[in-house]
């Protein structure tokens, strides 16, 4: 089968960097090629393509309203004459002459709906994103969840407590969607005026909520216990998941969350907000931890409550079952196979 995926951009984020994972799985029994419409793209991260992925960049300037670069996209579709050509930002619908016999996956909610009705079929990450896309607009989408290539993840092996406390957050920093401001809020009421909490955070990513973030960070006193990483490879994260005792994503909305996936993957406990995706991952509390959206005095309990219990055999066997759920559910290699037979039935 000749498989076309394309999408807006290619830089390191979730759907993006999930793109490759299935591309990559993808071209090992399947002709599979790689679209990117804008001149938006990470070259490290296109540098972890397989080789037998044809990659075409169209390198339109973001935002442009030449239809050059629309007649170049729908002329090199013409003439590959895929069997399947899968969309992942709902946008391109409008641009694609032949968007009625595409596929396009939602990857998160609240995406705008009104170029859904112009794809064959959708595909939701979640059933969260399944029931978004329902409830706003009667459409019914395939569920095929996102996944991670837990084969190259590194595991955790010693759940020891240490002298600092370590606690990742991996997202984009975007603190009105990813709620990063909870968890500094909430690590700021756990060490106190004193300061005896040996707690240290890790944020990981790059965003326009930075300076709001570095700002806060400085009000709450927190100088010696925030790090800001920048933005980090997929490669970087999966070796380096294991150094930490816990991965904390507070997030107010989120269709899915690779993260979680990831940390759980690395046999790294999670702490999770009561929302949408992540509560699917985690299926409420049996495979992590859960603390009330948005309300940081639960965060912080529920911190304290797990570093209180990091060390009891109770702990250990929750997080050994958590990442053998995402080894057998959400398994990048499934997703691709799971895509490859939606093709096949419709």
Not at 158 to 178: C, D, N, W
Not at 282 to 302: I, M
Request: aromatic content about 8%.
């Amino acid at each position: 089968m000749k498989i076309i995926h394309i999408n807006f951009s290619l830089e390191t984020a979730g759907t993006e960097t999930m793109l490759v994972d299935i591309v990559n799985e993808q071209s090992q029994q399947h002709e599979v090629i790689l679209v990117i419409l804008n001149d938006v793209y990470d070259i490290e991260l296109i540098k972890k393509i397989d080789y037998r992925v044809q990659i075409i960049l169209i390198e339109r300037p973001a935002g442009s309203r030449n239809p050059f670069y629309l007649l170049k996209l729908n002329n090199i579709i013409r003439k590959l004459k895929p069997d399947c050509i899968h969309c992942h930002n709902e946008r391109l619908g409008r641009l694609l002459y032949r968007a009625s016999s595409s596929y396009l996956t939602v990857h998160d909610t609240r995406v705008p709906a009104e170029n859904f009705g112009r794809y064959k079929k959708l595909f939701a990450i979640s059933r969260s994103v399944q029931d978004d896309i329902r409830e706003r607009t009667g459409l019914e989408a395939d569920l095929i969840y996102n996944g991670v290539p837990v084969h190259s993840i590194r595991p955790k092996e010693e759940y020891g407590m240490t002298p600092a406390f370590r606690i990742v957050q991996i997202s984009r920093l975007v603190h009105e969607k990813k709620g990063q401001h909870i968890l500094l809020q909430a690590v700021s009421q756990l060490i106190g005026p004193s300061g005896n909490q040996n707690i240290h955070i890790d944020l990981i990513g790059s965003g326009e909520s930075l300076a709001e973030l570095t700002a806060l960070v400085a009000e709450l006193n927190l100088q010696d216990h925030v790090t800001f990483l920048g933005a980090r490879d997929r490669s970087y994260i999966h070796e380096h998941l294991h150094e930490y005792h816990l991965l904390v994503q507070p997030s107010l909305f989120e269709g899915f969350g690779l993260t979680v996936a990831e940390a759980m993957a690395a046999g790294v406990p999670v702490l999770v907000s009561n929302i949408e995706g992540p509560l699917e991952i985690t299926n409420q509390d049996e495979f992590g931890f859960v603390f009330s959206v948005g309300d940081v005095n639960h965060c912080a309990e529920q911190i304290q409550a797990i570093m209180e219990n990091y060390s009891t055999s109770t702990f250990r066997e929750k997080v050994a079952r958590a990442r053998h759920r995402v080894q057998t559910q959400f398994d990048v290699r499934r997703t691709a196979h799971d895509y490859m037979a939606a093709y096949e039935m419709h």
